[in-house]
């Protein structure tokens, strides 16, 4: 199974443009997370989902927006992107939240806003 | 707060052991994983500790110490494809991972 994939793989953006990336897992997991991973710094939790049609806020959500339209998507959104928000973003899944279910993750996705 | 110490880096011999210590504080506590990252790579899950002593999984190995606020991975018969980052993360009372910065192993021959 392809378990979780991200889209793209990287990408160069101009500040004040907006840009959602994709990310979509087929292993019918009810929770989502995406993470950003900075150097010299622990992942940190941008946004997450409980199941399909509710999200939530993580350590880091200020400028970023996300969506859970039905199981296996959930796209990451970047409204009006700041020089700060170069990362590299993970999408993960897990079976369920509020429990020690492992957390499955993408490829993730390289950003670099200039 | 809640706060993750690893080292930051750490280099050893191929065929030889190594012991990567995780100390933490955190609001609560879920039990404890352990994730590899290779570089350019997205982190994968080697180990889950949720109560004390020592969890054994091929050359791969977790302990954890509720008490301590102390976990170690020790990686026996070091291999080169062991080159990675080693991600220690707790989980807090709210099931959330508090992820630490990582320890870079380097491996040599």
């Known amino acids: 199974t392809a378990g979780i994939t991200q889209a793209p793989t990287s990408q160069i953006l101009a500040a004040g443009r907006s840009m959602t990336l994709r990310c979509t897992q087929d292993m019918r997991h009810n929770a989502m997370y995406w993470y950003r991973q900075d150097l010299g710094l622990g992942l940190r939790l941008i946004h997450y989902?409980?199941?399909?049609?509710?999200?939530g806020k993580g350590e880091v959500p200020d400028g970023y927006s996300v969506s859970r339209a039905n199981t296996d998507d959930f796209p990451l959104t970047l409204a009006s992107a700041v020089p700060s928000q170069t990362s590299v973003y993970f999408c993960?899944?897990?079976?369920?939240?509020?429990?020690?279910?492992?957390?499955?993750f993408g490829p993730g996705t390289r950003l670099t806003v200039l | 707060g809640q706060n993750i110490d690893q080292p930051t880096e750490m280099t050893a011999t191929e065929g030889a052991i190594v012991q990567i210590n995780c100390t933490y504080q955190t609001s609560g506590f879920n039990g404890l994983f352990w994730y590899q990252q290779h570089a350019g790579e997205a982190p994968t899950f080697l180990s889950y500790n949720v109560l004390d002593g020592l969890e054994e999984k091929g050359r791969f190995s977790s302990f954890l110490s509720r008490s301590k606020g102390y976990s170690y991975l020790l990686l026996k018969e070091l291999q080169m494809k062991d080159s990675a980052s080693y991600l220690c993360a707790p989980m807090d009372s709210n099931y959330q991972l508090i992820w630490g910065a990582g320890t870079k192993l380097i491996i040599k021959p």
């Open positions: 993960a899944s897990s079976d369920s939240m509020g429990s020690t279910d492992t957390q499955y």
């Open positions: 989902s409980n199941t399909a049609g509710t999200t």
